[in-house]
């Protein structure tokens, strides 16, 4: 019954709090007017709020963040030295569609999250049942499409399976 009227306590301070302070004002008026908003809101929108996630194995999750903040680094000088290098040989960028076995939503927006923050790819495009992205790639590595899902799936799919889908890989770290 709690969790029903005041599903999101925190966000209901907070939206009570903002409301006060943008309004400059407590008397009583603005008071009950943080209340009903801090009260409703949180409750009208509760079905729209993702579903909790479970990290169901911590060392891979610390391993795969150690992973993107090097692939960040290295990703960013490739991309200058490409940049740089450009009259000797162009980018070969390439869309890739990169097939998927993440289903958790929350698995996928941390693949959304790592793939727009490691320079040189984009996420351009969801399948509607979630089996491929389509990937925007700056410059496709040596051994072409292949080598690139191979080694994007090997990298980031699998150990974000292992961490939310609790299925373990046979060769995830």
């Known amino acids: 019954m709690m969790r029903r009227l005041l599903p999101a306590p925190l966000l209901s301070c907070v ?3 903002c409301w006060l302070a943008l309004t400059r004002s407590v008397d009583a008026a603005q008071v ?3 209340l009903i908003f ?3 809101l949180p409750a ?10 479970r990290v169901a194995h911590l060392p891979t999750l610390l391993l795969l963040m150690a992973r993107v903040a ?3 680094v290295s990703s960013n000088l490739a991309v200058l030295r490409s940049l740089l290098l450009q009259r000797r040989r162009p980018p070969r960028s390439a869309f ?3 097939p998927l076995e993440l289903r958790d939503p929350s698995a996928l927006a941390a693949l959304a999250l790592i793939t727009a923050i490691v320079p ?7 399948a509607r049942d979630c089996s491929a992205l389509l990937l925007h790639v700056w410059d496709l590595p040596e051994g072409g499409e292949a080598a690139l899902i191979a080694q994007y799936k090997t990298r980031y799919e699998r150990p974000l399976q292992r961490i939310f889908e609790s ?3 046979e060769d995830t770290p």
Do not use: N
């Open 120 to 126: 040189g790819t984009v996420w351009c495009e969801l």
């Open 167 to 169: 299925r373990p890989k």
């Open 15 to 17: 939206l009570a709090a």
């Open 32 to 34: 009950l007017l943080a």
């Open 38 to 40: 801090a009260l409703a």
């Open 44 to 53: 009208m929108f509760a079905p729209l709020r993702p579903s909790r996630a």
């Open 96 to 98: 890739v569609l990169v």
């Open 70 to 72: 090097g692939d960040v």
